[in-house]
C-alpha cells in the first residue's frame, strides 16, 4: 500500500513539474 502512495506521488509531482516546467518536455 505505501509503494502505491509513492508512486501515486512521485506521477503527482512529476505532472506537477511538467505543468509548472514545459520546456523541459
Do not use: N, Q, S
Not at 505505501?2 to 520546456?23: H, K, Q, S, T
Request: proline share 4%; charged share 10%.
Amino acid at each position: 500500500m505505501l509503494a502505491l502512495a509513492l508512486i501515486a506521488l512521485a506521477l503527482f509531482g512529476y505532472l506537477l513539474y511538467a505543468l509548472v516546467r514545459p520546456e523541459d518536455f
